[in-house]
């Protein structure tokens, strides 16, 4: 068997209704943060990912009406015809490539306006009236439906299924999962208390997604494809709904088969009330995770069967459709990382892959209401507005230059990678270590963290193939050996360090503990990349706030120590809220017996026990033997401040430029660090390379025309 037979079952076309995808690859609704407010962007993401070889490609939830608006998240709207252009739009560079365009068809269910998100900006009444919660974000209103509401509910169904078929959709689905659309809440017991002809019996509950279905049905006829999104498993209480939700042994299977005659394909998916159970990083969850849950009930149905689950390696996708277990691979996050996956496996590329490692920064960008970025991919939410491929570099008007990059951590591995492919005539990669990826190397002995080694292992590779660039290690750089070195372009990517006694972001006062715990006191470099051992109990202060402070109370907790988790937000490592991981986070380390403070400040007491202040209680007293610092960041900048310094020494020595990149700048997110490095890269050979270029603002423009969204425009001009 060669290497294309191995993986042709992935490229069979499949029949969904009468149309046909030309092969199994299913890009799922996925939010995005444009919506169709940014047509052009949306248009942009969407279109990257059918080019990259995706048989399907669809739009995230789409609102039908505003009674169901959810900002300020920036959703995707089908509610009148300007929606239809904007998606049109988004549909025709889908298409352009050969794949399908689906759309995801959302009236969300029960809240009034006063909670997050739903209603906020219209301000209307919901059309689901009844119960509504502050605190809980989908408790139901079915139950005051009457049959004037109902009618209107599928009424706008209809009009938004036609709406979609304007706009050129091949594909509708309607959304029955998450617990996140009002077909969902008629099927799940939890919020359906009606005791008429729509409650109490799977029959009834069907019945409601059974007449939205005919309808849509019979309004778009038999060319359009339609199917269903199904929360199969609404998994276990507190985070899921329990024995009041849907079980993927109990009411799924039998409304699959009872449905079964009214869908074209079916899209499994899983969780309920906190919809990123389905959405789990790496952390928590391996590929193929939600198999137990889906992995049975492509035997229910006669129709095609779509499975997610931070499904990324082709191999694993191969055994899932030759076992039987569904008929298509979706993915999300899979092709958030690469749009050109499928493509690269059909070519045989498979190494050049640059596999998603779970991180959910994307996920976190959903959750503050700002555009999709990505951690592995750079150009993800970048395509239109900045016109960014992953895949195409142009050659850099000055390619004739030699580049030195200092620092072969996440900003310099990409820096230097893209540098490469835009052709420069030599790139040096210098690192101190003995190896590249910087922090990154070190943050991956993590618990659940070692998938991050991933952006590491791509770099390498691409690195690996780049005759122009060497990559250099065990070698320290000062400023003098910079401007010695022969580059035209110097390149400073020297990351950042964890201070010792930092400032505490808080108070912006030093902690006080260095001076008190001296070499007692260790910082996450120390316990990670250096394996310092610790005294058995300790205490890890954590100003960071994301995933170093509770990934080192879990480590060292894991080893035994006597741990206490101390911090002064509200929340233990606060970003995970929003990578959807704190709740698992909470459970490893209650589990593991972490003692965790938070709204607590740490103080030395004497120099074996720490103080921890309260806001509403008296303080604490314990002993400790050791302190773990996760406070600010430094960034490590003194080469670049050096030859900022020496700038009247850069022309003797043919130094066109001096450029710092990454957490040297200021330290940020992983994904920040390469975003920055890739920036510099692709506009290495603009006018001020320092400066970022004018990318499209997607807005509208008094008098405008579509030529002001060209970067030639005057619109334009003055952006930056
Ligand atoms: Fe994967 Fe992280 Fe990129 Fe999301 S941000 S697609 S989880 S690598």
């Not at 690859?25 to 962007?41: L, V």
């Not at 019979?218 to 494809?225: K, R």
């Not at 050996?481 to 580059?487: I, T």
Request: net charge negative.
């Amino acid at each position: 068997m060669n290497l294309s037979d191995r993986y042709s079952v992935l490229f069979e076309p499949i029949v969904l209704g009468r149309k046909v995808s030309k092969n199994r690859f299913w890009a799922t609704p996925h939010a995005i943060g444009f919506g169709s407010d940014s047509p052009g962007s949306a248009a942009g993401y969407r279109g990257m990912r059918a080019e990259g070889g995706w048989g399907v490609v669809f739009t995230e939830a789409t609102t039908i009406s505003p009674e169901m608006d959810k900002t300020p998240h920036r959703m995707s709207r089908l509610w009148d015809e300007g929606d239809v252009r904007n998606l049109a739009y988004v549909v025709s560079e889908i298409q352009r490539h050969g794949a399908l365009a689906g759309i995801e068809l959302e009236y969300n269910a029960a809240v009034g306006p006063m909670t997050e998100g739903r209603g906020l900006s219209p301000r209307n009444p919901v059309t689901t009236p009844g119960e509504s919660s502050l605190a809980v974000p989908y408790v139901g209103g079915l139950a005051g439906l009457d049959a004037d509401g109902l009618a209107e509910i599928k009424d706008a169904y209809v009009t938004a299924a036609l709406r979609s078929q304007r706009a050129g959709f091949d594909l509708i689905t309607l959304h029955c999962g998450h617990a996140a659309s009002i077909l969902a809440h008629f099927l799940i017991p939890y919020y359906n208390t009606r005791t008429d002809e729509y409650g109490g019996s799977l029959e009834n509950r069907s019945r409601f997604a059974r007449e939205v279905l005919v309808a849509v049905r019979e309004a778009v006829g038999p060319e359009t494809a339609v199917g269903l999104r199904l929360g199969v498993d609404t998994l276990d209480a507190p985070l899921g709904l329990g024995d009041r939700g849907i079980r993927a042994d109990g009411d799924a299977p039998l409304f699959i088969e009872f449905m079964d005659d009214l869908v074209d394909y079916w899209d499994l998916v899983i969780g309920g009330f906190e919809w990123a159970l389905d959405a789990q990083s790496s952390r928590t969850v391996a590929e193929n995770f939600e198999k137990p849950w889906v992995g049975h009930l492509k035997k229910y149905t006669t129709k095609p069967v779509v499975n997610v689950g931070r499904l990324n390696s082709p191999d694993t996708m191969v055994d899932i459709l030759t076992s039987g277990q569904c008929d298509i691979i979706g993915g999300a996050r899979a092709g958030i990382s690469d749009p050109f996956l499928p493509e690269k496996i059909r070519t045989g590329a498979i190494g050049n892959i640059r596999e998603c490692i779970g991180c959910n920064f994307c996920v976190s960008r959903d959750m503050a209401h700002v555009p999709i970025a990505c951690t592995q991919n750079a150009t993800t939410g970048e395509e239109f507005r900045r016109g960014w491929n992953p895949e195409v570099y142009s050659r850099a008007k000055n390619h004739e230059t030699d580049v030195l990059v200092i620092g072969a951590g996440p900003a310099g591995m990409e820096c230097a990678m893209v540098l490469g492919k835009r052709g420069m005539r030599n790139v040096h990669l210098i690192e101190a270590a003995d190896h590249i990826g910087g922090s990154i190397e070190w943050s991956a002995r993590i618990p659940g963290r070692h998938e991050w080694r991933r952006l590491i292992e791509y770099r390498e590779h691409q690195l690996g193939q780049l005759a122009n660039v060497e990559v250099i290690l065990n070698t320290a750089m000062s400023a003098s050996d910079a401007l010695d070195y022969g580059a035209g372009i110097v390149v400073v990517a020297t990351g950042s360090h964890y201070s010792r006694d930092g400032i505490d972001p808080f108070n912006r006062l030093p902690f006080g503990l260095e001076p008190v715990f001296g070499e007692r006191l260790f910082t996450p470099e120390q316990i990670l990349r250096d394996r310092a051992e610790v005294g058995r109990r300790v205490v890890v202060v954590d100003s960071d706030g994301y995933f170093m402070g509770p990934g080192i109370a879990e480590l060292l907790a894991q080893r035994g120590h006597e741990v206490t988790f101390a911090t002064k937000g509200e929340h233990v490592g606060e970003y995970q809220r929003y990578t959807r991981e704190l709740p698992h986070t909470l459970k490893d380390l209650r589990t593991l017996g972490v003692a965790m403070r938070t709204e607590t400040a740490v103080t030395p007491a004497s120099d074996n026990t720490v103080r921890l202040s309260h806001l509403d209680r008296a303080d604490e007293i314990i002993e400790v033997d050791s302190v773990v610092l996760v406070g600010t960041r430094i960034s490590d900048s003194g080469i670049y401040d050096d030859l900022s310094a020496r700038r009247d020494e850069w022309e003797s020595n043919e130094i066109a430029g001096v450029y710092q990149i990454g957490d040297s700048v200021r330290p940020h997110f992983i994904a920040e660090a390469i975003f920055s490095g890739h920036r510099l890269a692709r506009e290495i050979d603009s006018d001020d390379p320092a400066r970022q270029r004018p990318f499209i603002r997607e807005r509208r423009i008094v008098g405008g025309t579509d030529a002001d969204f060209l970067l030639t425009s005057e619109a334009l001009r003055r952006t930056i």
